[in-house]
Nanobody, 115 residues
Framework: QVQLVESGGGLVQPGGSLRLSCVAS????????MGWYRQAPGKQREVVAT???????NYRDSVKDRFTISRDNAKNTVYLQMNSLKPEDTAVYYCTAVSLSRAYWGQGTQVTVSS
């Protein structure tokens, strides 16, 4: 079992920045990859960025060059640095971890980009 707790969401103006954090606990040694998804009202959940144990990263096209995913293994934490935020980035952001072919999810944190 893996537990995930996100933090760092909030209200920010267009062009602003936020950093999301996700702390993992439980069977963390079995985690193969972690990532961030988001879900806007009325839309399907979509992948934002992922990072493997080896440090390989992937981003959806709309956030490339604006968002950066990273992990601190010593703190069992994955981060999502979000810069140049746009109104279309507004969503609930979920942390996810893949362990033994099973996906675990956090409770989500709201990000609202609005003037």
């Amino acid at each position: 079992q893996v537990q995930l707790v996100e933090s760092g969401g909030g209200l920010v103006q267009p062009g602003g920045s936020l950093r999301l954090s996700c702390v993992a606990s439980g069977s963390i040694s079995s985690i193969a990859a972690m990532g961030w998804y988001r879900q806007a009202p009325g839309k399907q959940r979509e992948v934002v960025a992922t990072i493997t144990n080896g440090g390989s990263t992937n981003y959806r096209d709309s956030v490339k060059d604006r968002f950066t995913i990273s992990r601190d293994n010593a703190k069992n934490t994955v981060y999502l640095q979000m810069n140049s935020l746009k109104p279309e980035d507004t969503a609930v952001y979920y942390c996810t971890a893949v362990s033994l072919s099973r996906a675990y999810w956090g409770q989500g944190t709201q990000v609202t980009v609005s003037s």
